[in-house]
Structures are given as C-alpha cells and as structure tokens.
C-alpha cells in the first residue's frame, strides 16, 4: 500500500512537471530566465571600478547641483521668466535627466555587483536615453533660432518667441523625440537573442544590444543609421544655417561695441553646443575608426559624454550670463539691479 502511494505520487508530480512544461512552450518561458542581461560595467578595469565610481559620482553631485541650482534661480526670479531662459530650463532638465539614467545603476554595479537587468529594463533605458538625447539636440536648434532672431530681427523678437511658442516648440520637439526613438525598442523587443547575454557596457548602449540579437536585424540597423543622420544631419544644418544668417547680420554692424555685443550673446550658445557635439563626435569616430584602441576606453568616453556636459553647461551660463551673475551676486536690500537686466546674455 505505501509503495503504491509513492508510486501514485510520482505519476502526480510527472504530469504536474508535464503540464507546467506544456504551459511554459505555450507562452515563451524557459525555466532560465532568458530575458535577463548582464552589465558589466567598464570590462578590464573590474579593479579599479570602485575608484572609477568616484569620479562618476563627483560629476553626477556637481551636474544635478548646478542644474537645479539653475532651475531655481530662473523659476523664483520674474525677470528671467522669458524665452531664453524657459530654453536653458529644458536643457537643465535634459542634462539632469540623461545621467540619472545611467549613473545610479552604474554605481550598483560598482559598488555592490548588481550586473543583472530585466529586457524590459534595458530597452526602457535605452528609450530614454536616446529620447532625451534627441530632444536635447532640438532644443540647442531652438536656442540658435533665438539668438538668430535677437540679432537679426530684434525688434520683433518679443512677438516671433513669446513664452507660449516656446512651450509650443518645446512640445513639439518632444513628441518628435518620442516618434523617432520609440521604434527602436519596440523592434529589439520583437528579437529573440542569443544565449550570451553578456553586455560589455555599464548601460545598455544600442550597438552592444543589437549585437546580441540573433534574429535579422537588417531592418534595425538601418533605422539606426537613418535616425542618425536625420537628427544629426537635420539639427546640425539648422544650427549652422542660422549661425551663417548671424554672422552675416553682424558684419552688417558699423558699430564695433553693438558688433562686440551680438557676437557676445551666441558666445555662450556656442559653447554649450561643443560640449554636447564635440564629445559625442570624438566618440564616434573612436568607435568606428579607433580599432587598435581598448574596449575600455570606448566604453569610457561613451559614458563621459553623458557626464560632462550636463556638468558644464551649467558652468558655461553661470559664467557667460550677466543676468544670472547679477542675481547671483544681488541682495534683497539692492532690488534695483534687476532694472539694469537685459534681455539675453552678455558676456
């Protein structure tokens, strides 16, 4: 009697493993979780990662300090409640977003080994990453519509960019953003990938995932590469279309102190969009071109092109931007020095 009791158990747990597996054919599953990938981090400096999270974490502190540092000043003065400074907002925004993407789960893996992230993580990372990147490169066009427009048509410029075209603006390059990167997740969610899942990365950077799909990937890679040199290509022609209009509208400037003040005023600007291009670019071609150079060091300038600017752009306008050094350096018993305000910045 006992011997059959086993014996009916036995054929009890056989069918409950044949039913489970059957269930598990039928919706995708394994018994691993095949979904899971592994960062792992900077590959070759296992090491020194706990050295390298220092300066990691500097720059992220320093970046989210000077870009709400930013943010609050422009929000509690109403001096500085104009189009300019509601587009320094939105690249504060995006430059304390875009290392809060990377650096809390970076340090996870430098401190306590968390390598481990979900696809659904992944993919979600890597969304916005690139959204934010993109809307980060409409709104330095913006500003370079703004400062064509302070200099070339300064007398309407109060009507061409009010506050609410702005928003508009804004609004619009978001939901380009948007359009343009949701594809790309939505295609590699459709991928199935292989068994090593092994990114050699502290993000899920695009290239390294698409890497690991094993299906045809023709379609993604061309995406890719259109996307690229869309936005790029597009952004880039705008802003050097109204740089070109600037220039010719100041060497129309018989004044030399109006010439020095119009060429001051996309100082800065100018500034801002070479820590954000240069970097990316040097990059790139590291990327493609540099195959003698270690993994390391790719993965390194790629994750430093996240940090820097959003660190240095707060820097640059604190610095270039008399407005904001006035306030700065103003006290509430001197309220009459924000009459002396003008309305873009000057070196």
């Given at each position: 009697e006992s011997m059959r009791s086993i014996r009916d158990c036995i054929l009890c747990i056989s069918e409950s493993n044949r039913r489970i597996n059957h269930l598990m054919g039928a919706f995708n599953f394994t018994h691993s979780d095949s979904s899971t990938f592994i960062l792992m981090g900077i590959p070759g400096l296992e090491a020194a990662h706990i050295w390298i999270s220092i300066p990691f974490s500097i720059f992220y502190i320093i970046s989210l300090l000077g870009n709400f540092t930013l943010l609050s000043v422009v929000g509690k003065e109403q001096t500085l409640h104009k189009p300019m400074y509601l587009l320094l907002c939105m690249l504060a925004l995006s430059d304390i977003a875009t290392p809060t993407f990377v650096?809390?789960?970076?340090?996870?893996?430098?401190?306590?080994?968390?390598?481990?992230?979900?696809?659904?993580?992944?993919?979600?990372?890597?969304?916005?990453?690139?959204?934010?990147?993109?809307?980060?490169?409409?709104?330095?066009?913006?500003?370079?519509?703004?400062?064509?427009?302070?200099?070339?048509?300064?007398?309407?410029?109060?009507?061409?960019?009010?506050?609410?075209?702005?928003?508009?603006?804004?609004?619009?390059?978001?939901?380009?953003?948007?359009?343009?990167?949701?594809?790309?997740?939505?295609?590699?969610?459709?991928?199935?990938?292989?068994?090593?899942?092994?990114?050699?990365?502290?993000?899920?950077?695009?290239?390294?995932?698409?890497?690991?799909?094993?299906?045809?990937?023709?379609?993604?890679?061309?995406?890719?590469?259109?996307?690229?040199?869309?936005?790029?290509?597009?952004?880039?022609?705008?802003?050097?279309?109204?740089?070109?209009?600037?220039?010719?509208?100041?060497?129309?400037?018989?004044?030399?102190?109006?010439?020095?003040?119009?060429?001051?005023?996309?100082?800065?600007?100018?500034?801002?969009?070479?820590?954000?291009?240069t970097p990316g670019l040097f990059s790139s071609l590291t990327y493609w071109f540099g195959q003698g150079i270690a993994p390391h060091i790719h993965i390194i300038l790629a994750d430093l092109y996240l940090l820097i600017p959003p660190m240095l752009n707060p820097i640059i306008y604190g610095v270039r931007t008399?407005?904001?050094?006035?306030?700065?350096?103003?006290?509430?018993?001197?309220?009459?020095?924000?009459?002396?305000l003008s309305l873009g910045p000057n070196a």
């Amino acid at each position: 009697e006992s011997m059959r009791s086993i014996r009916d158990c036995i054929l009890c747990i056989s069918e409950s493993n044949r039913r489970i597996n059957h269930l598990m054919g039928a919706f995708n599953f394994t018994h691993s979780d095949s979904s899971t990938f592994i960062l792992m981090g900077i590959p070759g400096l296992e090491a020194a990662h706990i050295w390298i999270s220092i300066p990691f974490s500097i720059f992220y502190i320093i970046s989210l300090l000077g870009n709400f540092t930013l943010l609050s000043v422009v929000g509690k003065e109403q001096t500085l409640h104009k189009p300019m400074y509601l587009l320094l907002c939105m690249l504060a925004l995006s430059d304390i977003a875009t290392p809060t993407f990377v650096v809390p789960k970076a340090l996870g893996i430098f401190w306590f080994n968390l390598k481990g992230i979900t696809l659904a993580a992944c993919l979600t990372q890597m969304f916005f990453l690139h959204m934010v990147s993109v809307m980060h490169s409409a709104t330095l066009v913006t500003m370079a519509f703004d400062r064509y427009v302070a200099i070339c048509n300064p007398l309407r410029y109060a009507t061409i960019l009010s506050n609410e075209k702005i928003a508009k603006l804004e609004l619009i390059c978001l939901i380009r953003a948007v359009l343009f990167i949701l594809p790309l997740p939505l295609l590699l969610s459709q991928q199935p990938f292989c068994a090593n899942h092994i990114i050699p990365h502290m993000q899920c950077e695009y290239t390294a995932v698409v890497k690991m799909a094993c299906g045809d990937i023709t379609v993604i890679r061309i995406y890719g590469l259109v996307l690229m040199f869309l936005i790029n290509g597009f952004d880039l022609t705008l802003i050097a279309l109204s740089y070109i209009l600037i220039i010719k509208a100041v060497l129309r400037i018989s004044s030399k102190k109006a010439h020095q003040k119009a060429l001051n005023t996309c100082t800065t600007h100018i500034c801002v969009m070479l820590t954000y291009y240069t970097p990316g670019l040097f990059s790139s071609l590291t990327y493609w071109f540099g195959q003698g150079i270690a993994p390391h060091i790719h993965i390194i300038l790629a994750d430093l092109y996240l940090l820097i600017p959003p660190m240095l752009n707060p820097i640059i306008y604190g610095v270039r931007t008399k407005e904001l050094q006035t306030i700065k350096n103003s006290t509430s018993k001197n309220p009459k020095l924000l009459n002396h305000l003008s309305l873009g910045p000057n070196a």
